[in-house]
């Protein structure tokens, strides 16, 4: 299995803080990486997909770049609805396989 | 509105057995891939299953193969889960996630279903 390593596992940020998280493939994704918000109790909510496609619906201060291996979700601008946990997924195979999660938290 | 209700999880002893559902409704359901992922609570996210959309491809998780069953039924806009042999590994909540038309992601997810394999 194609396994994604997040970085960093948890970050604690402001109102208004431009925040930056990382994914690494370990092995070539194209562009076959989607980027999903968790909140406490429910279910993922897409974000992004095929790596900086912004989702119907989902403001513009969420962004993601890369491909290959290497991938960036930049939040520009946080808001308090922002925060909980993102997940990255690759869906390049058969057996999607997800990051293990970056927790955002309140500074 | 795309709508994705689960339903089935509970309580069941190791090596037991239950069986997801999943109503899909808000888009038509025949032409959509779905997938089932799990989620241990305050854990990661695992992806389980998938079955394509007239039903003739199904593919599993090397931890549930021979165990877990995926199945469509088009005609009531539902999708199945049989899970066989149940360990407390398999202790999860079960989401349905539809697959987008226009990437290979999850664009859609129910809201969930929790199984509890415990004796």
């Known amino acids: 299995d194609i396994q994604m390593t997040q970085s960093p596992s948890s970050l604690s940020a402001s109102v208004g803080d431009r925040v930056t998280i990382t994914c690494r493939a370990s092995e070539s994704i194209s562009n076959y990486l989607s980027w999903y918000q968790q909140e406490p109790g429910k279910a993922p909510k897409l974000l992004i997909y095929d790596a900086s496609s912004v989702q119907s619906g989902v403001p513009s201060r969420f962004s993601g770049s890369g491909s290959g291996t290497d991938f960036t979700l930049t939040i520009n601008g946080l808001q308090p609805e922002d925060f909980g946990t993102y997940y990255c997924q690759q869906s390049y195979s058969i057996s999607w396989t997800f990051g293990q999660g970056t927790k955002v938290e309140v500074k | ?119």
């Not at chain 2, 689960?6 to 959509?32: K, N, R």
């Not at chain 2, 042999?85 to 279903?113: I, K, N």
Request: proline share 2%; glycine share 12%; aromatic share 10%.
């Open chain 2, 1 to 119: 509105e795309v709508q994705l209700v689960e339903s089935g999880g509970g309580l069941v002893q190791p090596g037991g057995s239950l069986t997801l559902s999943c109503a899909a409704s808000g888009f038509s359901f025949s032409s959509y891939w779905m997938h089932w992922v799990r989620q241990v609570p305050g854990k990661g996210l695992v992806w389980v299953s998938r079955i394509k959309s007239d039903g003739s491809t199904t593919n599993y998780a090397d931890a549930v193969k021979g165990r877990f069953t995926i199945s469509r039924d088009n005609a009531k806009n539902t999708v199945y889960l049989e899970m066989n042999s149940l360990r407390v590994e398999d202790t999860a909540v079960y989401y349905c996630v539809r697959r987008s038309a226009v990437a290979g992601t999850g664009d859609h997810w129910g809201q969930g279903t929790l199984v509890t394999v415990s004796s």
